[in-house]
């Protein structure tokens, strides 16, 4: 394998980082490498908003559940998808953009370049040497982090990325097996199929946290993600989209 799949198959999400911060020229090759990504119909539908200020690095770390990790680490970079530009590229060329910016087509647009933008970016880190956490926190008060970072309407921060010289490296966690997530010609459907690797991975992962825990934690996979899915989290979303001028048609 090349280098590239290695750093691929080598990630693991950083949660202890060195003080030490990085270069500016490692920023901009971060983000380089993040808008060589491939983009809908060329219409780069995101922005990314590096905080270095120490302030608001420890009040994003409040906003995203006392996370340390936001506040101490080699940079912090938010990734947001971006109809903002187009607005005014709507005004700059008078034309009537809204009814396209407010489609649920285009607000999937800007997710997914904002997202495929993030992940060359972590790879790119990640091929420096450096680590990463995505930081979901991020949603957990939006109208907060958009009073912070002034965003405007049609702008909507989507995850946090830290990014820093790892202090600690992590384990890396078993994912489903092959079999389970890759699908020939068609969506396979058989229940039993399912179940059974299912279960199999269950008992990959409970080994896995009894060896990382020596013993204090054996759960299952499929029992940790359906505990997480029957609480309802940042229900709110619907309502900040909308407000922002986005997905409301």
């Given at each position: 394998m090349?280098?590239?799949?290695?750093?691929i198959?080598?990630?693991?999400?950083?949660?202890?980082?060195?003080?030490?911060?990085?270069t500016d020229?490692?920023?901009?090759?971060?983000v380089?490498?993040?808008?060589?990504?491939?983009t809908?119909?060329f219409?780069?539908?995101?922005?990314?908003?590096?905080?270095?200020?120490?302030?608001?690095?420890?009040?994003?770390?409040?906003?995203?559940?006392?996370?340390?990790?936001?506040?101490?680490?080699?940079?912090?970079?938010?990734?947001?998808?971006?109809?903002?530009r187009?607005?005014i590229?709507?005004?700059?060329?008078?034309?009537?953009?809204?009814?396209?910016?407010?489609?649920?087509?285009?607000?999937?647009?800007?997710l997914?370049d904002?997202?495929?933008?993030?992940?060359?970016?972590?790879?790119?880190?990640?091929s420096?040497?450096?680590g990463?956490?995505?930081i979901?926190?991020?949603?957990?008060?939006?109208?907060?982090?958009?009073?912070?970072?002034?965003i405007?309407?049609?702008?909507?921060?989507?995850?946090?990325?830290a990014?820093?010289y790892?202090?600690?490296?992590?384990?890396?966690?078993?994912r489903?097996?092959?079999?389970h997530?890759?699908?020939?010609?068609?969506?396979?459907?058989?229940?039993?199929?399912?179940?059974?690797?299912?279960?199999?991975?269950?008992?990959?992962?409970?080994?896995?946290?009894?060896a990382?825990t020596?013993?204090?934690?054996?759960?299952?996979?499929?029992?940790?993600?359906?505990?997480?899915?029957?609480?309802?989290?940042?229900?709110?979303?619907?309502?900040?989209?909308?407000?922002?001028?986005?997905?409301?048609?």
């Amino acid at each position: 394998m090349n280098d590239v799949i290695n750093t691929i198959l080598n990630h693991r999400s950083i949660r202890h980082f060195e003080d030490k911060q990085l270069t500016d020229e490692q920023i901009q090759t971060i983000v380089s490498c993040a808008q060589a990504a491939a983009t809908s119909s060329f219409i780069q539908a995101y922005s990314i908003i590096g905080v270095k200020d120490i302030e608001k690095k420890r009040r994003l770390a409040e906003l995203t559940g006392n996370q340390e990790y936001v506040e101490k680490n080699g940079h912090f970079f938010v990734f947001c998808a971006d109809l903002y530009r187009h607005t005014i590229i709507g005004e700059k060329e008078n034309l009537d953009l809204n009814p396209s910016l407010e489609s649920t087509e285009k607000f999937m647009v800007a997710l997914i370049d904002t997202t495929l933008a993030a992940q060359n970016a972590a790879i790119a880190a990640e091929s420096m040497g450096l680590g990463i956490c995505y930081i979901g926190g991020i949603r957990n008060d939006l109208h907060s982090v958009k009073d912070l970072l002034n965003i405007p309407d049609r702008v909507i921060p989507l995850f946090g990325l830290a990014v820093g010289y790892p202090a600690k490296m992590t384990d890396k966690k078993p994912r489903l097996p092959f079999e389970h997530v890759y699908h020939e010609n068609q969506y396979n459907q058989d229940t039993g199929q399912f179940t059974r690797q299912l279960d199999e991975y269950d008992q990959l992962i409970s080994n896995y946290y009894e060896a990382r825990t020596n013993g204090q934690r054996q759960d299952r996979w499929t029992e940790q993600i359906a505990h997480m899915l029957s609480k309802q989290t940042r229900m709110y979303m619907k309502e900040f989209i909308q407000k922002n001028k986005l997905d409301i048609r």
